[in-house]
């Protein structure tokens, strides 16, 4: 069953008078207990596109230029305020990157997960602090019931991740929004975080968004991968088959410059130049001045169609997607 489905969407930014895009034309869905990450370079818009599906960007400077979001078979685009809130209370739970800037400094941690509690239509004001110091054993913080009266500065970075969590998975949501949940954190930590991700997907049948930039953890834990470049899904596949067989330049390009164990004097590989502004995007594919396919076509072709127009999402492959003009 799809929980949610991204169609053709597109938003924009007004900027100096000006609207730039900061996701173009995007596909992608995520079925029912599934982990489906979103990787890419800082600024291809994935955290843009994940506030989007609950309409949590400010219009203005934000607009929804086209396409559609649907979440269980409603248009998100098309809902008021009022159905706007339900989906964010009951639907929609969100990770964010820095804990320590999205918790309140000045309330106490145990309220601030009471107040997403009783946000539900079922909860009951006399349950709600056994239902707290559930939710943070839960999320495995040792003697809950103190814990719920610490502020979050006396709390380290993977408890106030952890305190992040609870209050998401307080609205008892169908799909939860990993927006790097483990930026800042010590490794150790990560995996800690990341393992308990995983824990509450398999008790919950939930649907779990991962935003990062680790290869390797998408590795570890995603069924499916969405590949974004400036604005655009460039890849998506299951896991396994992306991994093994990736066919957009980028995608083989950012697996390229994994670091490989056990080959530590090998040099990296890097990509060469830089992601274009959105205010300056090229006429035809967005990574053509960086792809090594591309100069390798210029040998053989007099003029490169990605130079010119940009590449359709096309299935390449039953379940792989690509946007490349000339990947096989």
């Known amino acids: 069953m799809t929980i949610v489905d991204v169609n053709k969407l597109s938003i924009e930014f007004k900027v100096d008078g000006q ?9 992608f869905d995520v079925k029912k207990g599934e982990i489906v990450a979103l990787v890419g370079e ?17 219009e203005p400077p934000a607009r929804y230029a086209s396409g559609e979001i649907m979440l269980h078979g409603k248009s998100v685009l098309t809902l008021k305020n009022r159905e706007l809130r339900d989906i964010r209370r009951h639907h929609i739970g969100y990770i964010f990157q820095e804990p320590s800037v999205s918790l309140n400094p000045v309330f106490r941690v145990g309220d601030q997960i009471a107040e997403a509690v009783l946000l539900r239509k079922d909860a009951s004001s006399s349950d709600v602090k056994n239902e707290v110091i559930e939710l943070l054993d839960q999320v495995g913080i040792s003697d809950p019931e103190k814990r719920i009266k610490s502020y979050p500065h006396q709390l380290s970075g993977g408890m106030q991740q952890r305190i992040m969590i609870a ?21 150790t930590i990560q995996a800690q975080i990341l393992d308990l991700l995983c824990e509450i ?10 935003v990062t930039h680790n290869l390797g953890i998408v590795a570890d834990m995603a069924d499916r991968v969405v ?18 067989n990736p ?9 390229s410059a994994v670091p490989k164990l056990g080959h530590s004097d090998e040099k990296l590989t890097t990509i060469p130049g830089t992601v274009p502004s959105p205010a300056n995007y090229p006429d035809g594919c967005r990574f053509f001045g960086r792809c090594a396919l591309a100069e390798k076509m210029i040998k053989s072709e007099s003029e490169l169609l990605c130079e010119k127009s940009v590449p359709d ?3 390449i492959k039953k379940g792989h997607f690509c946007r490349c003009h000339y990947s096989q």
Request: hydrophobic share 45%; aromatic share 4%.
């Open 313 to 315: 999402w096309r299935e």
């Open 167 to 187: 209050m998401a998975l307080a609205g008892k949501p169908d799909i939860l929004v990993a927006d790097e949940p483990t930026t800042a954190l010590d490794v």
């Open 227 to 244: 590949v974004m470049y400036a604005g655009h899904t460039v890849e998506s596949a299951n896991t396994d088959e992306l991994m093994k």
């Open 42 to 58: 800082s600024g291809c818009g994935k955290s843009v596109t994940c506030m989007a599906l609950a309409r949590l960007l400010p």
């Open 19 to 27: 609207w730039l895009p900061a996701v173009n034309n995007i596909s």
């Open 201 to 210: 997907r398999e008790k919950r049948d939930m649907s779990i968004i991962l």
């Open 247 to 255: 066919k957009h330049p980028y995608t083989q390009a950012l697996l």
